[in-house]
């Protein structure tokens, strides 16, 4: 299945409009072909004629749901017509990446949407996803899981800057998925007899060259009136001049999209590896923070494994201890640590993973409990991976590492299968332009000196 994300956080750019009939042509033209709402608008539905009141269930409940193996297809898409499913929204879909919602809660929150795809991969031939007008959980879902990214460009007066963000949003947010996810500019509302139009699409020739693709969505009265009509302009207008232009797109995908291998990275529908858990009481000094996926830092959204940072010489030279190398003396630790936690000063950010220091200068790590191979690295081992393992806990219920460090601020990340990223449950963070960053935890001082000390869940910019 190939996967295409239509994307734009500019309103009226014809995204939706795009997405619709582009599914519609691929259809008639016989692909089996799935059409995902992923804005909370739930415009799709609307556009291809589908009540609201039909719709059971949503793409946002499929995301959500916790199977036992592949979903149902059937209990969650809607037939349109023929070689055409939708996966329809709702306006509850919003409050899904809210900070608080359930998705954010989600260890896998921005892979629900490739795991699902990936489950009913051999069901289709494409995969149009209309995404939300914002840059969230959704949207990241989204881009995940995409081959291909079209951007409509409205060839009006806003629009050339709008273009250039939205670029650069998105290029910046793929790097945090370690590859590269082609991206093309479409020219929508073209109006040949008006000049702006012309140079607006001139000018994105000019500063896309390699972006731009060689046609565009004129401006037809016959697409207004199809959405009107709840309809596809296959339906309402075949062989217009506006159902050529999809034509073209779509011949295009056809040639550039051979296959799809973006859900080839999501591999067979295992449910062992979707850890779900309960949302963590939210601490009133975060109750404003979004979630640490939805963050934005150089102009990213969403913090993903990438390739290791060198400790920065500040971080090196942080006061430290060498993890202690007895399993018996760590699981003590661990047990005194829980005893203490009314003296922690800790901020866990999700289901109580994270990380908890005591002023006696415990630290427990704590991460969900899984198979892969997973330890810690920080300015306390020497960033070495490997050193600091984290374990099963006694009850089985998460994996831990207990060690000891020096009263201050200390820097870390964690190791997952040889890949280090950021501890998503842990929200203090010392962030760095162009890489990945770095995990905080402080230790309190056990004396009256720690006054002047900042406080240990201060953001640290």
Sequence with gaps: MRVIAIVNQKGGCGKTTTAVNLAAVLARDGGRTLLVDMDPQSHCAAGLGVPDQTLDRTIG???LADHDGPPDMEDFLWEVGRNLKLAPSSVALAALEAPNGPLAARHDRDRRLGRLLAAWRDGFDWCIIDCPPTIGLLTFNALRASDLVLVPVETGYFSLKGAERQIETIEAVVRRFGRDIPFRLLPTLVNDSRALSRDVVASLAKRFPEALLPFSVREHEELRDA?????????????????????????????????????ADFGGFDPPLIETFQPAATSPALASEPPAAVRFSDGAGLLMPAASLAPSASLASSASLAPAPVQDRATELAARLRG?????????????????????????????????????????NGWIPGLTPLRPSADRTRLEAVIELAPGRHAYRIVVDGTETLDEFNLHRLESSGAIGANLVEVPVPSDARAGAPAYGERTR
């Design 227 to 263: 959405a009107s009509y709840g309809q596809a302009i296959t339906e309402f207008a075949p062989g217009s001049a506006a159902e050529s232009d999809f034509n073209a797109l779509a011949a295009w995908l056809g040639e550039f999209l051979v296959e799809g291998r973006a859900l």
């Design 340 to 380: 203490l936690n009314d003296r922690a000063r800790s901020v866990p950010a999700g289901g109580g993973f994270g990380v908890r220091a005591t002023r006696e200068g415990v630290v427990l790590f704590m991460q969900p409990l899984s198979a892969r191979e997973t330890s810690v690295v920080g300015d306390f």
């Design 61 to 63: 409940e499929a995301m």
